[in-house]
């Protein structure tokens, strides 16, 4: 599975962005997928995953601002961030979970700063 995210740039505190990751080589359809993120000088944290399912799940510290979702018809994850907060400024992974092995994409920066 390759995966290539894209959506990521610069915002100001409280805009928004959706991220993009698009899934080539392999169907994801019923594979469990999600959202990392590493900020500078930090470890990379979980934020959110979908199963194959739809089910959702979220970090504490995005519930409520960020919303997963998954186009199986266009083999892609999204992640739509709202109310982005400086803190939010990270560079953003997508995984993909693939009969236990996971997968990662190349990642994409986003910068929320006035």
């Known amino acids: 599975v390759q995966l290539q995210a894209s959506g990521g740039g610069l915002v100001q505190p409280g805009g928004s962005l959706r991220l993009s990751c698009a899934a080539s080589?392999?169907?994801?359809?019923?594979?469990?997928m999600g959202w990392y993120r590493q900020a500078p000088g930090k470890q990379r944290e979980w934020v959110a995953g979908?199963?194959?399912?739809?089910?959702?799940n979220y970090a504490d510290s995005v519930k409520g601002r960020f919303t997963i979702s998954r186009d199986n018809a266009k083999n892609t994850l999204y992640l739509q961030m709202n109310s982005l907060k400086p803190e939010d400024t990270a560079v953003f992974y997508c995984?993909?979970?693939?009969?236990?092995?996971?997968?990662w994409g190349q990642g994409t920066q986003v910068t929320v700063s006035s």
């Open positions: 080589g392999s169907i994801i359809s019923r594979d469990a």
């Open positions: 995984t993909c979970d693939q009969f236990g092995r996971v997968y």
């Open positions: 979908i199963t194959d399912g739809g089910v959702v």
